[in-house]
């Protein structure tokens, strides 16, 4: 269909790599049929990727290699397709904030929204299912099809803590909490503690970055001092440093409340 080929340069011409079902059978004037038989064809030579149902992307040909736009190119459009709210976290938002150590090969997104994880070409995502996204702690950055959403630094430390199993463990946390300590804001961090109604995070955060070395001892210093204020304001009850870890002749931390059952080194 050479109509098809008219359109998809159309769609290229106004730097766009996406289109859908629904605009392109109105511009071609063919059936759902008719535009399915067509563009399966292109699909099997790996020319156009579907994602999503109704959704499809063409592939430039310096990605035909991997057969899908990069991680960082595809959210942006999935998710403005869906309607869906996200944002970028955990280990692959530390890396946007600047964790060296941190190249994931699998690109982690925190959805409001059950989505199974996508897999396109040789691009995997995960999306981590979290009822509630705050979404005042966001840091954007441009891509090539808009704007990517990527949790801040003192949202990734936060969220880190809450799915340790999806961070590579709490050694890992702690070699990405050194390298993000000196781009926290210490208001900022101060925000997100007032607003959690939990303590266990803050405990594990405190006693980590006791053990961790910082080329900024002083903001290390501040934000122990602001945690273990909030941690004494109120009863808090020990709990151990690893969950599901024995804690048989483990010793007690009294300043963050922890029973440390397991030596924390950065990796």
């Not at 999503?52 to 459009?77: H, K, M, S």
């Not at 904030?97 to 090969?105: D, I, L, N, R, V």
């Not at 996508?118 to 090539?144: A, Q």
């Not at 002083?218 to 004494?232: T, W």
Request: include cysteine; aromatic fraction near 12%; glycine fraction near 4%.
């Amino acid at each position: 269909m050479r109509d098809l080929d008219k359109f998809i340069r159309r769609v290229l011409s106004v730097g766009k790599y996406d289109f859908s079902s629904k605009d392109a059978i109105a511009y071609l004037k063919c059936s759902a049929v008719s535009f399915r038989m067509s563009i399966k064809n292109r699909i099997d030579k790996g020319q156009i990727i579907s994602p999503a149902r109704g959704l499809y992307i063409i592939i430039p040909p310096e990605y035909e290699t991997i057969g899908c736009l990069p991680a960082n190119d595809l959210i942006p459009i999935l998710f403005q397709f869906w309607g869906y709210s996200y944002y970028v976290c955990l280990l692959s938002a530390a890396m946007y904030h600047g964790a060296s150590h941190q190249k994931p090969q699998i690109f982690q997104v925190m959805s409001s929204h059950r989505i199974k994880n996508i897999k396109c070409g040789k691009i995997i995502i995960e999306v981590i299912y979290k009822k509630s996204l705050y979404l005042e702690d966001i840091d954007k950055f441009d891509s090539k099809t808009g704007t990517l959403i990527v949790s801040s630094v003192e949202n990734t430390i936060y969220d880190l803590f809450f799915y340790p199993n999806k961070s590579g463990g709490y050694n890992n946390i702690a070699t990405i909490i050194s390298e993000l300590l000196q781009k926290v804001n210490l208001q900022k961090m101060t925000q997100v503690i007032k607003r959690s109604p939990y303590k266990f995070w803050m405990q594990r955060l405190g006693y980590i970055l006791e053990c961790i070395e910082s080329e900024d001892e002083k903001k290390k210093e501040k934000l122990m001092n602001i945690l273990s204020k909030y941690i004494c304001s109120s009863k808090t009850e020990y709990l151990p440093l690893i969950p599901d870890i024995s804690i048989k002749r483990s010793k007690r931390h009294k300043r963050w409340k922890l029973i440390i059952n397991e030596k924390i080194e950065e990796d």
